[in-house]
């Protein structure tokens, strides 16, 4: 069982930064792919940015060079940097991971992030 807490959420004016964080309770070296989904009220999940364990990194087209994912394999942490915030970005923001191709993925509780003026 693999416990993930994401924390860093927040109200943010638009054109600001928030950086999310993702802590894991296993090697995260190991696992096979991590992301961060978003859902925002009435609207389905969607996702926003993936990492491979190899550090390959994809984004979605409507964050893309606004958004950074890293990881701090020492601290078991992965990272969603966020900037020049949208109120369309507005959603719970959720860390996913997925141990290896043939396990169960597993989620975390969420983090509320709000843009507004």
């Known amino acids: 069982q693999v416990q993930v807490v994401e924390s860093g959420g927040g109200l943010v004016q638009p054109g600001g930064s928030l950086r999310l964080s993702c802590a894991v309770t296993?090697?995260?070296?190991?696992?096979?792919?991590m992301g961060w989904f978003r859902q925002a009220p009435g609207k389905q999940r969607e996702l926003v940015a993936t990492?491979?364990?190899?550090?390959?990194?994809n984004y979605a087209i409507s964050v893309k060079d606004r958004f950074t994912m890293s990881r701090d394999n020492a601290k078991n942490t992965m990272y969603l940097q966020m900037n020049s915030l949208k109120p369309e970005d507005t959603a719970v923001y959720y860390c996913?991971?997925?141990?290896?191709?043939?396990?169960?993925?597993?989620w975390g509780q969420g983090t509320q992030v709000t843009v507004s003026s």
């Open positions: 296993v090697n995260i070296a190991s696992i096979y792919a």
């Open positions: 996913n991971v997925r141990p290896s191709p043939l396990q169960d993925e597993f």
């Open positions: 990492i491979t364990r190899g550090g390959r990194t």
